[in-house]
Each structure stands twice: as structure tokens, then as C-alpha cells.
């Protein structure tokens, strides 16, 4: 949807002046007066001085999504902050320690989109001296995340607002709802009819659809928002490619009789690796398929791969290479570390299984037979790595190399459309070859 353009002037209430929260000695001291500042709606006061030593706000992003907002502050030096919700209306306030407005800083309320789900509009000002307030005006009840991440990558110092639902999408819910929406009218008991002749021996065998019951995929766009993933020399970013061959892969699901698919991220957002186990986890998934781009410091280096979990340490030096750099993804993302370590608990307890690792392994070579017809392999068999995104104990799950976004002509290849309708394609294909092969057992996980 496009960014919302209008522009509001607006300050702090004289409520919130009022409230005892917001009361600070230099409030009592100081007169204040509002200012109306180009590009979006401030309040600054005129008496404030300028710190010499104040820290500089270097960028700000926005990432909306069904999920969460994050509102991410990058900056010369780490922040200190405190925060507090105020009701009627929902409103986070923020106060920053040490900072001064500047002009990137303002830009922040503009980068507020319109449609944003959680997210009405921000004001941004000078509370006191070398303190920076935002209030977030909110469109229903969050649970915040404020928290920092050190310098990691291209980024210097991050501060990270994460605006949560109080009341969060239901999974299963909404999984079902896209089902009815691409199935009008009762579509698998359609598909239980076989084909419309009426010849059930009319399916060819390696393509028909098991109908005893509803299929699961789980399809994991690497990377997102904070990152990008590895970037190509043509300036492309994985976490885009990837995203757009898993939309092409949701589609092509989506037409089968007995599949129904759910997406970790739909949008340009971060999902930290163990919260997309728990989104398989959750919708009981028939499969996990993670899909990547890679990237590597040599532009040689070309071909698709299939990765399969390892408990045992990786196959090559090259697969575990690459799952030290994906597993590295959190920090790149940004990852609210106390929140991550519960996660990692109650999600990766029981790590995995010789079963699902050979189930995985199963999927794996059937998927990289079919992706071997269209490009290059860079590696004949299915490589095994501690791939922290693999690790549901329950779910077969592969990590799927689209092709090496660092290479050029790959990188060409990859963001072609042609290319990318048949990568999906062939992943699919790999899909149904794996489930004629090794049929799922007949009672139905979800209604």
C-alpha cells in the first residue's frame, strides 16, 4: 500500500504535560513553547542547549508487519532509555537519555506508513535537556520491546523498539481462512473425487495428490528487514529474491487439491530463527522449506544446493561455513536476547530426531533431483549442517540454495521471473515426489 502523505501537526497533550509520570524538575523550570518543524510533527524547546558530547542518530527504519512493528534507531554511541504505556488513548511513551534532536531523527515520523497495523503516528521531541521523548500513538494494545544490539555487520549501534499485539494473530486461524479463500465451495471433497472423469487410475502415478487428509508446507524466506542477507553485485538482496520465490512456491501450493501453505514472513520484517520453528510448530507443518540465495566472497562461485539438519557436524567445510552464516542471521536481525534464550527453551528442548533427519534427507534428495533440471548443482548429494532454522524435532525440514546471489550471472538469474516460476516449480515438483514416495499418516493434524 502506498506510504501515507499527510502530515499532522501535533504536540503533547496537556493531559500527558500533566500526568505525574511525565512531571520531571526541569518541566517545573523551564517554559516550553511548540514549534512546528518541516517534514512531520514535532515539539522542541527553545531553551533546551545543545549537548557537546550528545549522541548522533544515524538512521531510522520502520519494518510494519501482521506480526510486530519494529522501529529500529541506529546511532555513534549505545542509548539508554525508559518507556511506559499510557491508556485511553494507547500510547508508548520513550524517553532517550543523551540525545538530541537532528535532522534524521525527525525523519522518523514520516516513515510512518499509513497502514501500519499497529502504529497510528509517532511525535518526536526535545523533553528536556539531552533528553529525546517519542510518544507512539497506537492503533490497539502492545506489549513493547526496547532494547540495543552492539555493532555487528555494516550496522554501528542499534536501538530497537518491538511493538507486539496483546492479542496476536492466530496461525491455524488465518491458515485456514487463506485456505477457503483460494478454495471456494468444499474443494477437498472435490479433490477426494479424484479427476473429473471419474478415472481414478487417470492421476499419473508420481503426481497423485494424497487426499486422506490436509497437508501443512511451511515455507521460510530467509533474512529480513535488519537483513538482508547476502547481496549481490548488482546490488540485489536475498531476503527480496526469496521472498519473491517463496510467493511464486505459496501460489503453485495453493492450486494442489490437498495443500495448504503458511508463509514465516509475507512482508519485508526479521523473524528470529527459533520463532520460525515455532510457527511450523505451531500449524503441526507436514514440512518445513526454508529457501535462500547464497552468497560467498568468491563471485565464482555458482549452483544450487539442498541442506538437510546434522547432528553428528556438517558434511563439508562449505556446509558448515554456510550454516555458521545463516545461524548468524539473529545477530544481523536483531534478536531481544532475554526473549531469545526463552524461545531457544522451549522450542529447540528436545533439539532433534534420527527420524526426522532422515525424513529430511528423504525430501532433500527428491527436491535437489528436481532443482538439478534447471540449474546447475553446486553439490550432486544433500549436504548436512547444524542449521539452527532445521532444527524442529518433529517437522521434516530442508534449507533449499536457490543459487549463488554473488555470482552475476546467477544473480541475473535470480531475479528473473522465468527463473524464479521455475525454481518454484521445482520445489514443488520435489514436494509431491517426496509425499508419493513416503505418504503422511491418514489423521488429519488440523481441522
Known amino acids: ?112 506508513q499509513g497502514d501500519d497495523p499497529y502504529i497510528k503516528q509517532v511525535r518526536v521531541g526535545q523533553n528536556r535537556p539531552n533528553v529525546v521523548r517519542l510518544v507512539f ?93 547476502a547481496i549481490g553485485h548488482g546490488g540485489n ?13 505459496k501460489g503453485k501450493i495453493e492450486e494442489q487439491a490437498n495443500m495448504r501453505v503458511l508463509l514465516t514472513r509475507d512482508a519485508d520484517f526479521f523473524v528470529p530463527l527459533p520463532v520460525r520453528v515455532q510457527k511450523a510448530r505451531k500449524v503441526q507443518a507436514d514440512l518445513f522449506v526454508s529457501i535462500h540465495a547464497d552468497g560467498f566472497i568468491e563471485p565464482s562461485a555458482r549452483g544450487s544446493s539442498v541442506f538437510a539438519l546434522s547432528e553428528r557436524g556438517a558434511s563439508s567445510t562449505a556446509a558448515r561455513w554456510l550454516a555458521n552464516k545463516e545461524n548468524a542471521a539473529d545477530l544481523i536481525g536483531g534478536v531481544n536476547i532475554k526473549s531469545h534464550d526463552m524461545q531457544l527453551a522451549g522450542v529447540l528442548l528436545d533439539l532433534s530426531t534420527t527420524a526426522q533427519i532422515n525424513d529430511s534427507m528423504r525430501l532433500a534428495k527428491a527436491v535437489l533431483h528436481e532443482i538439478g533440471g534447471i540449474n546447475r548443482l553446486h553439490s550432486g548429494i544433500v549436504e548436512q549442517a547444524g542449521f539452527a532454522v532445521l532444527k524442529a524435532p518433529d517437522i521434516p525440514s530442508i534449507l533449499v540454495e536457490t543459487a549463488f546471489i554473488s ?28 509425499f508419493s514416495q513416503h505418504p503422511p499418516l491418514a489423521k488429519s493434524k488440523l481441522t
Open 1 to 112: 500500500m502506498p506510504r501515507s502523505t499527510e502530515i499532522r501537526t501535533q504536540s503533547l497533550t496537556q493531559a500527558e504535560l500533566n500526568s505525574p509520570r511525565l512531571k520531571s524538575p526541569q518541566l517545573k523550570s523551564h517554559v516550553r513553547r511548540v514549534v512546528l518543524k518541516a517534514g512531520g510533527t514535532l515539539f522542541l524547546s527553545v531553551f533546551a542547549p545543545l549537548a557537546a558530547n550528545a549522541a548522533q542518530i544515524l538512521a531510522v527504519r520502520v519494518w510494519p508487519s501482521e506480526d510486530y512493528t519494529r522501529v529500529t534507531l541506529e546511532n555513534d554511541s549505545e542509548l539508554k532509555t525508559t518507556h511506559f504505556l499510557v491508556k485511553d488513548p494507547n500510547r508508548l511513551v520513550i524517553d532517550i537519555e543523551g540525545l538530541e534532536l537532528n535532522a534524521t531523527l525527525r525523519q522518523l515520523v514520516a516513515k510512518i
Open 137 to 229: 500513538d497506537l492503533k490497539e494494545e502492545i506489549n513493547p520491546q526496547v532494547f540495543t544490539l552492539p555493532p555487528v555487520g555494516g550496522y554501528q549501534h542499534r536501538l530497537i523498539f518491538d511493538l507486539y499485539p496483546v492479542n496476536p494473530p492466530d496461525p491455524i486461524a488465518a491458515l485456514i481462512n487463506e485456505w477457503d479463500k483460494n478454495h471456494p465451495g468444499d474443494a477437498q471433497s472435490k479433490a477426494r473425487q479424484g479427476p473429473p472423469d471419474g478415472k481414478h487410475d487417470a492421476w499419473p502415478k508420481e503426481d497423485a495428490p494424497d487426499v486422506t487428509r490436509m497437508l501443512t508446507i511451511v515455507l521460510d524466506p530467509g533474512h529480513g528487514g535488519e537483513d538482508p542477507g
Open 237 to 249: 538482496q536475498e531476503k527480496d529474491v526469496v521472498l519473491s520465490i517463496a510467493k511464486r512456491l
Open 407 to 434: 555470482n552475476p550471472d546467477e544473480e541475473a538469474k535470480l531475479t528473473d521471473d522465468a527463473y524464479q516460476d521455475q525454481m518454484a516449480s521445482a520445489v514443488l515438483n520435489g514436494i509431491k515426489k517426496y
